[in-house]
């Protein structure tokens, strides 16, 4: 397809990345800062007091208000110097890394928030991992400069070491606590002076240019100087930006500021429109898909209940992969065949939602159903794929779940299948019966989900310990072993959301000997949404 073809020049106009950090970096201020310089929203929420007024814009569930903290990722579409920028504001707490996770494969570029006074945090080095893994380019952000912090260079150093790629200085603070005067675009030799306590974005900044401006040595004394000396120092020292490293997620442009204030937005939303890439290629079972082919292609990476509780929804956020969506087109589910003509598409700022006519590759849209679609679907004009990559982690911890009212049994199933469908928590339903099991990489989503179904599905639950400690599906090549290995092991056999059969165990030992005594099935502490396709196994 020609380059300049109009369904080419739509999906060099896209943008698509997310925000990761460790908890309390300042990831869901920075998000709601870059819609507030977009344009997207008129004034950002508090998202300091947990009963203040205002809240986040990405943090749109009830408890997320109460907590001050996400839960969830939201998914959100603004414009900025005409390219669409597709930004998934993702949750910090490692409870929710699963999250993350699959928010990651949907994106092309990832946005580093790291806190200046603390340096590169556990949460912050397992995501960069998931990020070298898929070669995502890095954008790294060093939030909080308007605090007494860590030395800039201290803290550049740090990144550099910890997270193993050369980092290339695009800002360079001037001073830093009471101290901190602005920040110095080294891309533009230019200072912008710093304005504390900014709710609203402001018509023109004070702009001093130069390294060698009187003005700012004048004003900026002792905090100039040594800037301008850690200027000179990594001018000389850091490797020349090359996009080509970047691209490889072996560079990372690197970015001072402070988010709550509003400052070094404005300059990380222009390297992101600048040097983020476009949308890229896909993966997908069958082949490798290009996102400027005309046939439209696309993969469900998140679905989220209860965004309009009256409504009852369920949204499923498509990554388009290729092509052009248009409304009321005819998809196909790779995973059942089946043909469906969603006439309603959305579009997202969090939870604000606009009916979309047309999506592109690198757009991510939300196609309303009510279980249709299931995370990791593909969808196709169609023909048969299977994008790869959306991971389903083993459980670490498990609650059983009893129901306080008898008679809510059924808005009980309902809500556990919903929320598990979506991934905030892991349903199991034991082959031999008896309670649901409820299964988590971390404590806090049990916590969520007991909220969650008061609040939208009016179901008062209370969990209560189990036994068990682990779960691994199975899988075998041959049917006829692997019903015989359910049937001696119905015990401690249950099913998910999607009927993938797991064997739960109370201790490592368990496992060790169902796997002696079965060599030919494979047990498995991660599994792929959509298909039942199954990593290697554990």
């Known amino acids: 397809m020609s380059a300049a073809s109009p369904l080419a020049s739509e999906i060099q106009r896209r943008r698509t990345f997310a925000i990761i950090s ?11 800062k870059l819609l507030l310089f977009a344009g997207a929203i008129q004034i950002a929420g508090s998202v300091k007091a947990r009963k203040a007024s205002r809240h986040a814009t990405s943090d749109w569930m009830e408890i997320e208000k109460q907590r001050g903290i996400s839960v969830a990722s939201s998914v959100m579409q603004m414009e900025y110097r005409d390219c669409v920028v597709n930004l998934l504001d993702t949750p910090g707490h490692q409870d929710f890394s699963e ?31 998931v990020c070298r893994a898929r070669n995502t380019p890095i954008l790294t952000f060093i939030n909080k400069m308007d605090r007494e912090v860590l030395p800039p260079l201290e803290l550049m150093q740090e990144v550099e070491t910890v997270l193993k790629m050369d980092i290339v200085p695009f800002i360079w603070p001037v001073g830093m606590g009471k101290n901190f005067r602005g920040v110095y675009d080294l891309r533009r030799d230019a200072m912008r002076v710093f304005t504390p306590g900014e709710d609203r974005v402001r018509d023109e900044d004070e702009i001093l240019a130069g390294l060698d401006n009187p003005v700012a040595a004048e004003r900026f004394g002792a905090e100039m100087a040594q ?36 400052f070094g937005v404005r300059e990380v939303l222009d390297a992101l429109v600048d040097v983020a890439p476009a949308p890229i290629s896909r993966a997908a079972l069958e082949r490798v898909v290009e996102p400027t082919e005309p046939q439209f292609s696309g993969v469900v990476f998140k679905i989220q209940a ?19 969506f248009e409304r ?52 196709t004009e169609k023909e048969a794929l299977q994008f790869t990559g959306l991971p389903y982690f083993a459980p670490e911890t498990f609650q059983s779940v009893e129901i306080k009212d008898p008679m809510k049994s059924k808005q009980l199933r309902q809500g556990l299948q919903q929320l598990g469908e979506e991934g905030a928590i892991q349903v199991f339903r034991p082959i031999a019966g008896g309670s649901l099991l409820l299964g988590a990489v971390g404590t806090l989503q049990f916590e969520v989900v007991l909220h969650r179904l008061k609040s939208e599905y009016n179901v008062d639950a209370r969990l209560e310990p189990s036994r068990y400690r682990m779960a691994r599906w199975v899988s075998c090549d041959d049917p006829s072993i692997l019903k015989k290995f359910i049937d001696a092991n119905a015990h401690r056999m249950a099913h998910d959301v999607v009927d993938a059969p797991a064997f739960l165990a109370a201790h490592q030992s368990e496992l060790e000997v169902a796997s002696e005594r079965y060599p030919q099935v494979k047990f498995h502490a991660l599994r792929e949404h959509a298909g039942q396709h199954f990593a290697e196994a554990m």
């Open 99 to 129: 999250d993350t996770y699959r928010v990651l494969t949907a994106v092309d570029a990832a946005l580093m928030v790291i806190d200046a006074g603390k340096g590169v945090e556990a949460q912050t080095l397992r995501l960069i991992e």
């Open 306 to 324: 209860n965004m309009a509780p009256a409504l009852r929804d369920r949204i499923a956020f498509v990554r388009v992969c290729s092509g052009k």
């Open 227 to 262: 800037a301008k000396s850690e200027i000179e120092l990594i001018r000389d020292a850091s490797p020349p930006w090359d996009r080509a490293a970047f691209l490889a997620g072996k560079q990372s442009p690197l970015f001072f500021g402070s988010a709550v204030n509003n």
């Open 22 to 32: 460790h908890p309390d970096a300042g990831k869901t201020t920075l998000t709601e």
């Open 328 to 379: 009321g087109m005819k998809l196909r589910v790779g995973r059942t065949g089946k043909d469906i003509r969603p006439g309603t598409v959305v579009s997202f700022l969090s939870q604000r939602r606009d009916l979309l006519d047309e999506a592109y590759a690198g757009d991510n849209s939300g196609i309303p159903n009510h279980g249709t679609l299931h995370l990791g679907d593909t969808l």
